[in-house]
């Protein structure tokens, strides 16, 4: 007689899967241990990212938008410096079609035919010296309190510290053009005014028992400038007000 091997090859196909069942049950069971100590893991570093990311938008809703980053706190309780340009050379004139800035390069036979004396007309001098204030160290260390130029037809023009002006004279000038027809600059994409014309006199702008220095080449008492700022009060901000004109320092 022949045996059947059909029955006993099911039996044996059964048993190994009955095994294999009970080898996945069994690491199943093992891998459930890991897989929570997983989860774990993952709960705790999201709920650490949620929450450094809840306290970066808590920072950054406490930062203003359009204020640039504040001063040092080392040089908050020391003394501020204001700078005041006087008799700056700013004027706005119709060339032909349109309005310019008057400059002695570019107008001076435009400045002969009214009768004016084209080295009177110097922009160029309040372009460089509010590059210098606000490329200094003064401002560098947040000590600059404000920049205030006021021009030779009394118009008086309020410069933050954080401004940047820009680097050649033709774009500096059609800046100062814009200012003076439309009496604001206002930074891009923000409604904060970065240059602004506001009222004279400029004395309602400075702080209370604020020393004021006025530099002359024609005074008659020499002193150090490092020397006189050193022997200032620490407390008290300390006003500079010098020329913005080519015929020397302004005197009252």
Same mark, same amino acid.
């Given at each position: 007689?022949?045996?059947?091997?059909?029955?006993?090859?099911?039996?044996?196909?059964?048993?190994?899967? #009955?095994?294999?069942?009970?080898?996945?049950?069994?690491?199943? #069971?093992?891998?459930?241990?890991?897989?929570?100590?997983?989860?774990?893991?993952?709960?705790?570093? @999201?709920? @650490?990212?949620?929450?450094?990311?809840? $306290?970066?938008?808590?920072?950054?809703?406490?930062?203003?938008? *359009?204020?640039?980053?504040?001063?040092? &706190?080392?040089?908050?309780?020391?003394?501020?410096?204001?700078?005041?340009?006087?008799?700056?050379?700013?004027?706005?004139?119709?060339?032909?079609?349109?309005?310019? =800035?008057?400059?002695?390069?570019? &107008?001076?036979?435009?400045?002969?035919?009214?009768?004016?004396?084209?080295?009177?007309?110097?922009?160029?001098? +309040?372009? /460089?010296?509010? =590059?210098?204030? =606000?490329?200094?160290?003064?401002?560098?260390?947040?000590?600059?309190?404000?920049?205030?130029?006021?021009?030779?037809?009394?118009?008086?023009?309020?410069?933050?510290?954080? +401004?940047?002006?820009?680097?050649?004279?033709?774009?500096?000038? *059609?800046?100062?053009?814009?200012?003076?027809?439309?009496?604001?600059?206002?930074? #891009? $994409?923000?409604?904060?005014?970065?240059?602004? +014309?506001?009222?004279?006199?400029?004395?309602?702008? =400075?702080?209370?028992?604020?020393?004021?220095? *006025?530099? @002359?080449? @024609?005074?008659?008492?020499?002193?150090?400038?490092? /020397?006189?700022?050193?022997?200032?009060?620490?407390?008290?901000?300390?006003?500079?007000?010098?020329? *913005?004109?080519?015929?020397?320092?302004?005197?009252?």
């Amino acid at each position: 007689m022949v045996r059947s091997y059909a029955v006993k090859g099911k039996k044996r196909k059964k048993r190994e899967e #009955v095994y294999d069942r009970e080898e996945e049950q069994e690491e199943q #069971v093992a891998e459930q241990p890991v897989q929570d100590a997983k989860r774990d893991v993952i709960e705790k570093t @999201s709920n @650490s990212a949620e929450e450094a990311e809840e $306290g970066k938008e808590k920072e950054v809703v406490n930062e203003l938008q *359009g204020i640039p980053i504040t001063p040092s &706190h080392q040089n908050a309780d020391k003394a501020g410096v204001i700078f005041i340009l006087e008799k700056a050379s700013l004027e706005v004139a119709k060339v032909g079609k349109s309005y310019q =800035l008057l400059n002695s390069d570019d &107008h001076s036979n435009f400045l002969r035919k009214n009768n004016r004396n084209p080295a009177d007309y110097r922009p160029d001098i +309040v372009h /460089q010296a509010l =590059l210098m204030i =606000l490329d200094s160290r003064i401002n560098k260390s947040g000590r600059l309190r404000a920049v205030y130029v006021r021009t030779e037809k009394g118009v008086l023009i309020e410069v933050k510290p954080y +401004v940047r002006i820009p680097r050649t004279f033709k774009r500096f000038a *059609g800046i100062m053009l814009q200012l003076l027809q439309k009496l604001s600059i206002t930074a #891009v $994409g923000k409604r904060e005014k970065l240059l602004r +014309v506001i009222k004279n006199p400029v004395t309602q702008y =400075l702080p209370i028992n604020s020393r004021r220095i *006025g530099l @002359s080449h @024609s005074s008659d008492k020499l002193v150090n400038i490092n /020397q006189y700022v050193a022997s200032a009060v620490s407390d008290a901000d300390i006003v500079f007000v010098f020329a *913005g004109w080519c015929n020397g320092p302004w005197e009252n």
